[in-house]
Nanobody, 127 residues
Framework: QVQLVESGGGLVQAGGSLRLSCAASGGTFSMYAMGWFRQAPGKERECVSCLSRSGDSIYYADSVKGRFTISRDNAKNTVYLQMNSLKPEDTAVYYC????????????????????WGQGTQVTVSS
């Protein structure tokens, strides 16, 4: 069973950048497809970016394409989300998620696909 701990959230002005990190422990990290989700007040949790076990199949929500970059470092058991050109509408709690033993080349975008979740980190973008 894997434990996930997010870090890197905070308050930033519009146009700024943040890098979120999600450190995994207790499992074989390379066996997990990973995802970054976010949930804004009054809205459903959505996949922002999701990544296959191979690391080269990647999904981005249309709202973040060209601004966010997901990556994984299997040697450090960590997945990252680089967020640039942040907008007030990016304000949300961001969650890291892991899916065990998914298809090696496939990403997963639904909440129900993921067995493990971090506690979330708040990202607030001021205008």
């Amino acid at each position: 069973q894997v434990q996930l701990v997010e870090s890197g959230g905070g308050l930033v002005q519009a146009g700024g950048s943040l890098r979120l990190s999600c450190a995994a422990s207790g499992g074989t990290f390379s066996m997990y497809a990973m995802g970054w989700f976010r949930q804004a007040p009054g809205k459903e949790r959505e996949c922002v970016s999701c990544l296959s076990r191979s690391g080269d199949s990647i999904y981005y929500a249309d709202s973040v394409k060209g601004r966010f970059t997901i990556s994984r470092d299997n040697a450090k058991n960590t997945v990252y989300l680089q967020m640039n050109s942040l907008k007030p509408e990016d304000t949300a709690v961001y969650y890291c998620a892991a899916k065990e033993r998914g298809n090696y080349y496939r990403y997963y975008t639904t909440q129900a696909s993921y067995e493990y979740w971090g506690q979330g980190t708040q990202v607030t973008v001021s205008s």
